[in-house]
């Protein structure tokens, strides 16, 4: 359930208390005007960026936007990139996966959390597991979670006030690569199996968020790191979700940064612990600073 929530609420904080912000400056190692970087949560409002002192004007500064993908491509552009990675193998359909009980359940509970009418749990079956989660839990949020808009995000936000202002709109990976990483990596069987657990306790998903919530926009990460925690069974997942695309994008970034003022914004997962690209960037010889919330 803690490996759906890290997919799902967003790429949150991993981090100690002496890294306690969400939004930092990089300098030096040559760079003539600094970057920003900001960690976002994907259910956080909009409204976080105002708590957030010298955020809108770095944002207003910057010579460019970057983010984990081009979220400005369009949603046409961006489903057919997905695509192909949410659809399950002929063999492997939702009825296959599940035990006939179970999904017979599962599936008048799925009525409830439907975004149109007449979705089914059959209209699915062709699909991964990991989509049905999705609507479950986007469903769920915008049923149960104060103030959540699934339409206003801030990673989207960002881009697209950049996108308006004329700016340059970069992504540290494709598309592709989230998808395959989202709906691919983890086994199907596993995905059945967390699909029957949310949809038996979906209550599970709306209280973990409201705690997330409150936690990122309060900056407080000792409470998100207790929430966030994952055993054992999901260290693998974490180690692709964060570590590796850490680690790529740290060999990326030198070059971006040196091309103009950036505003960065990443899920704020990304940005702390020893493997965080905030730690990374220091480690090539930047100044990276946090910048204190108002």
């Known amino acids: 359930m803690k490996k759906i929530l890290l997919i799902v609420c967003g790429l949150l904080m991993w981090a100690s208390a002496t890294q306690a912000q969400i939004f930092y400056k990089v ?3 040559g760079l003539e005007k600094p970057s920003y970087i900001f960690g976002t949560h994907h259910i956080a409002p909009l409204s976080v960026i105002d708590s957030v002192a010298g955020a809108r004007k770095a944002l207003a500064d910057a010579d460019r936007i970057v983010g984990e993908i081009d979220m ?29 009980a179970d999904y017979e359940r599962i599936s008048e509970k799925f009525k409830e959390y439907a975004p149109m009418p007449g979705l089914t749990l059959d209209a699915l079956s062709m699909m991964r597991p990991m989509v049905a989660q999705s609507i479950v839990s986007l469903s769920s949020l915008s049923k149960d979670l104060p103030g959540y808009n699934p339409q206003e995000q801030l990673d989207g936000y960002f ?123 220091r480690s090539l010889g930047y100044t990276v600073e946090p910048m204190m919330k108002k």
């Open 27 to 29: 300098s030096g190692n």
């Open 72 to 100: 400005t491509m369009g949603q046409m552009q961006l489903a057919a990139a997905l695509q192909p990675f949410m659809m399950a193998p002929t063999d492997s359909t939702l009825r296959d996966l599940i035990a006939p």
């Open 159 to 281: 881009q697209t006030e950049g996108k308006k202002a004329g700016k340059e709109v970069i992504g540290l990976e494709t598309p592709e690569m989230q998808g395959r990483l989202l709906y691919t990596f983890t086994p199907i069987t596993r995905q059945a199996a967390d699909l029957v657990e949310m949809l038996d306790h979906p209550e599970k998903i709306t209280e973990q968020s409201k705690k997330l919530n409150a936690s990122y926009l309060a900056q407080d990460l000792d409470a998100l790191l207790k929430l966030t925690e994952v055993d054992d069974s999901h260290s693998e997942f974490v180690t692709a979700l964060l570590d590796r695309r850490n680690a790529d994008w740290l060999t990326k970034l030198p070059a971006i940064l040196s091309e103009g003022s950036c505003f960065v914004a990443v899920g704020a997962l990304h940005l702390a612990g020893p493997k965080g690209i905030v730690e990374g960037l």
